[in-house]
């Protein structure tokens, strides 16, 4: 049996490792908050990252930023990273959503020592994660791939090869980057209609079939009422969280600036998320919830 060590089980971790428990792998887990530890039935716990990457055929993690996942293989001050503890035919994949910089990092100081590594950053949101749903998008070698692709297909419905290493940070954050632009320019659209005299469902169906079709306006309708089950109809709870986007924003303009790109829609979205932050105190709800940006009393 094919055997994963997991780290890293908050809102996205803990029901990915509990998938691959559920497709009948031998799963051990770790992370800092124990009781997250003990959540995940029928996985073993380990009592440290090193502990739980020991051993393993496959290593994945899904950590917060950049910097915890550097922490964890290559060290932090006096803390040593598990990249050196690890055997030399484990896989590595880190699922976090993090700056290609680090990714690139972390890959190379795992081939100094003779470790393969994956950036297999996803897209599908804690539903995609509960429900095996989740879109991977890849970096590393496309042997390595290969090697991970049964373990992906536990947790996830697609799976991308964006390029080398760090390919699918990249890939990740410019599609984050658009989706930004797309809702914010959907919410601005609805509130000016509204304002004029338009039922948002009926503008929104129009403009659906027209020139301005867009993601947000088939599946993720910002206005509150418009469609069933969006984020939008429940006050915007749950989904896809205002500082995760402002997270993503600022790592595409992080790359932006190492690569010397303008990228001006982008940086007016993430300034935009982060005046919505501010004002309605809104980081903890869904990312659509830009609309009250445009139409504060919605
Ligand atoms: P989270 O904060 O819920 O979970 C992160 C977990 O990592 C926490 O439980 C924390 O205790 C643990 N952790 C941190 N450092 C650790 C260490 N050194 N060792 C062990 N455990 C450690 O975050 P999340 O929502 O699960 O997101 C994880 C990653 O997935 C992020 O990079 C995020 O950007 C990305 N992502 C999230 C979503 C989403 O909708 N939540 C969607 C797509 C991508």
Request: hydrophobic share 45%; aromatic share 6%; proline share 4%.
């Amino acid at each position: 049996m094919t055997s994963v060590g997991f780290v890293g089980l908050g809102n996205m971790g803990g029901p990915m490792a509990a998938n691959l428990v559920a497709g009948g792998f031998d799963v051990k887990v770790f992370d800092l908050v124990p009781d997250l530890v003990a959540a995940v039935d029928g996985a073993s716990g380990a009592d440290s990252a090193a502990a739980a990457a020991s051993e393993v055929d496959v290593f994945i993690s899904m950590l917060p930023a950049g910097q915890h996942v550097r922490g964890l293989y290559l060290g932090a001050g006096d803390a040593p990273g598990i990249l050196d503890q690890m055997n030399e035919d484990t896989l590595i994949i880190d699922c976090s959503t993090i700056d290609a910089a680090s990714a690139r990092a972390v890959a190379e100081g795992a081939k100094e020592i003779g470790l393969s590594m994956l950036d297999a950053p996803v897209s599908g949101g804690t539903a995609g994660a509960e429900n095996g749903t989740l879109t991977f998008i890849v970096g590393g070698e496309e042997s390595a791939l290969e090697r991970a692709r049964p373990v992906l297909e536990k947790m996830g419905a697609n799976i991308f090869h964006a390029g080398g290493a760090g390919a699918g940070q990249v890939a990740k954050i410019c599609n984050n980057m658009l989706l930004a632009v797309l809702m914010t320019g959907t919410a601005e659209a609805l509130a000016l209609g509204v304002d004029n005299g338009l039922d948002p469902a009926v503008l929104s169906e129009i403009m659906k079939v027209s020139s301005g079709g867009n993601w947000a306006l088939n599946v993720y309708n910002p206005y509150p009422g418009v469609m069933e089950g969006a984020p939008a109809s429940r006050d915007y709870q749950g989904g896809f969280l205002v500082d995760l986007m402002r997270k993503d924003l600022g790592l595409a303009l992080q790359t932006a600036q190492a690569s010397g790109n303008s990228t001006p829609m982008g940086s007016l979205a993430a300034n935009l998320y982060q005046v919505h932050r501010d004002v309605n105190d809104s980081g903890g709800l869904d990312f659509s919830s830009i609309q009250k940006l445009f139409k504060p009393d919605v």
